[in-house]
Nanobody, 122 residues
Framework: QVQLVESGGGLVQAGGSLRLSCAAS????????MGWYRQAPGKQRELVAV???????TYVDAVKGRFTISRDNAKNTVYLQMNSLKPENTAVYYC????????????????WGQGTQVTVSS
């Protein structure tokens, strides 16, 4: 069994900061990559940022310079530091990871967290 558990969401005023965390647990052999998506009300889920096991990062243009993704490979944890938050960043943020389990016959697949609400007030 593999689980992704997110934490760190909440309510913040515009211009404020939040740090999201997502820890993967279970029978994990490897994780690559890890990332964050978000889904705002009435909109499709979209990619926010991705990080490989080697530390290569990719961001959606709208968050470049304000959000930073990082990971602790030893803890199987990915973080999203969000600064200078704007009301349009309000969404449910989902952690995702491509995980190979200890059952080597099963190919790697996507796993998703349950989502954490981020609300930015104006």
């Amino acid at each position: 069994q593999v689980q992704l558990v997110e934490s760190g969401g909440g309510l913040v005023q515009a211009g404020g900061s939040l740090r999201l965390s997502c820890a993967a647990s279970g029978s994990i052999f490897s994780i690559n990559p890890m990332g964050w998506y978000r889904q705002a009300p009435g909109k499709q889920r979209e990619l926010v940022a991705v990080i490989t096991s080697g530390g290569t990062t990719t961001y959606v243009d709208a968050v470049k310079g304000r959000f930073t993704i990082s990971r602790d490979n030893a803890k199987n944890t990915v973080y999203l530091q969000m600064n200078s938050l704007k009301p349009e960043n309000t969404a449910v943020y989902y952690c995702t990871a491509v995980i190979r389990t200890l059952v080597v016959a099963i190919p790697p697949r996507d796993y998703w967290g349950q989502g954490t609400q981020v609300t930015v007030s104006s």
